[in-house]
């Protein structure tokens, strides 16, 4: 009797075993599915006024454009897609892929419905997932605020926060009918070169994406976006604009990156330059290797100042003085010590006196105050938009230099 109770369980196990069998072969795979080459990858984004772009070919806006009654088009929107399969000898390079991409346009009063109008001329539907690049147009950054033109790619599910945020002068959408030299599409492009900061101090790329502006957003700061130019078929990172919360302030050159990257301590491997004393007109280069920021606060009723304390270590790389200096020279050393800190100490205060009176602030010197002297802080806070240009902050550079490289 227990031999066949047994059996039975046995039984009834294999049964059950092969019915969810069954059931896993049907339910295999995923229920929406769409192929790859079915789904139109878009690359890049360009975001420019409605109305941009119009002249450059006649009946091109109304052909991008649709009917409607109210309100107006804001927004011009242009897609950079994939193209699959191989290039054709002499296809049309225009999309910033050579052949590899195409674009596709869309206008209208809100984002999505420029996305969704775009369809229009595009066989496959728009798919986000893989989008490296956002650039906006200084004109439609100044016209609209940087909130009103992030809200989409912040609150639709299918975007992608880790995508690279630009801005240029002018129109947008012609970034993406350049085709790199290096072959690769636009859009993945900038999105590589934007990743060189660490050894680029010229760079103002790090934490720069569509996450970063929304954080930044949210919390009512202030904030930087990568500028990019175009001349003779090539584009660059050019430069920066600033955002005071949602709205553009302007635009700010290399050297004043550079000192706000000193600042914030965000850069490795990076090259700086300084004049040799001895003989005016050749440059000795040191390359930082590690570098530590300390910020304190120090507050005496109601005046503020900060301490900025810099460390930094790095080797000689370069020297272009014509008579080679003896780098193993102690005298030399501090000498070439002292040149690079003074240097970084320029740096950091060209930033400053441009920073200050703009009320710009991305310098922790707020958030510094607040934690290391809290009661301060809530006595001070209403009051800080009127402190800040005015607060002074010593800053003090201390350089080691570690190595002089393969030559003494």
């Not at 009946?59 to 897609?81: C, I, K, M, N, S």
């Not at 969704?116 to 609209?144: C, P, T, Y």
């Not at 299918?158 to 030299?181: D, F, H, S, V």
Request: aromatic share 8%.
């Amino acid at each position: 009797m227990p031999d066949r109770a047994k059996g039975r369980r046995r039984g009834r196990r294999a049964v059950l075993a092969a019915v969810l069998a069954a059931v896993c072969l049907l339910t295999a795979g995923c229920w929406d599915r769409v192929e790859i080459q079915d789904r139109a990858f878009v690359l890049a984004v360009a975001v420019d006024v409605a109305e941009e772009g119009a002249d450059r070919e006649p009946g091109r806006a109304r052909v991008e454009g649709y009917a409607h009654a109210a309100p107006a088009d804001r927004y011009r929107l242009t897609f950079q897609v994939l193209r699959f399969g191989e290039a054709k000898d002499g296809q049309d390079r225009k999309g910033g892929g050579g052949g590899r991409t195409f674009l596709v346009t869309g206008r209208g009063p809100a984002m999505l419905e420029a996305v969704r109008d775009a369809l229009g001329e595009s066989s496959k539907g728009l798919w986000f997932e893989n989008m490296q690049v956002l650039i906006l147009s200084q004109k439609v950054a100044e016209r609209h605020g940087l909130a009103p033109l992030l809200d989409f790619f912040r609150r639709d599910g299918e975007m992608r926060g880790r995508a690279q945020l630009y801005i240029t002068p002018g129109e947008a959408a012609k970034l993406l009918e350049i085709a790199p030299p290096s072959g690769e599409p636009g859009g993945v492009f900038l999105a590589n070169v934007a990743r060189r900061n660490p050894k680029d101090i010229h760079l103002p790329t790090v934490r720069t994406d569509i996450s970063a502006a929304s954080m930044a957003l949210d919390n009512k700061a202030d904030m930087i976006i990568p500028a990019l130019e175009a001349a003779g078929g090539t584009m660059k990172v050019k430069g920066t604009a600033l955002f005071k919360g949602d709205k553009f302030l302007g635009y700010q050159d290399e050297y004043f990156i550079r000192g706000a990257r000193f600042i914030r301590a965000n850069e490795k491997s990076v090259a700086i330059s300084f004049e040799c004393k001895a003989h005016p007109g050749s440059a000795v280069t040191f390359e930082l290797f590690r570098h530590q920021t300390v910020l304190t606060p120090h507050v005496e009723g109601d005046r503020v100042r900060f301490t900025l304390d810099i460390a930094m270590r790095g080797n000689l790389d370069e020297i272009q003085c014509r008579h080679q200096h003896d780098t193993l020279d102690a005298e030399y050393f501090e000498k070439a010590q002292k040149l690079v800190a003074a240097e970084v100490e320029r740096s950091i205060r060209h930033t400053l006196a441009i920073a200050q009176p703009l009320g710009w602030e991305m310098f922790f010197f707020k958030q510094s105050l607040r934690a290391y002297k809290p009661g301060d802080w809530e006595r001070l806070k209403d009051r800080w938009e009127e402190i800040y240009p005015t607060v002074p902050v010593e800053v003090k550079v201390r350089v080691s230099i570690i190595g002089v490289g393969e030559h003494k």
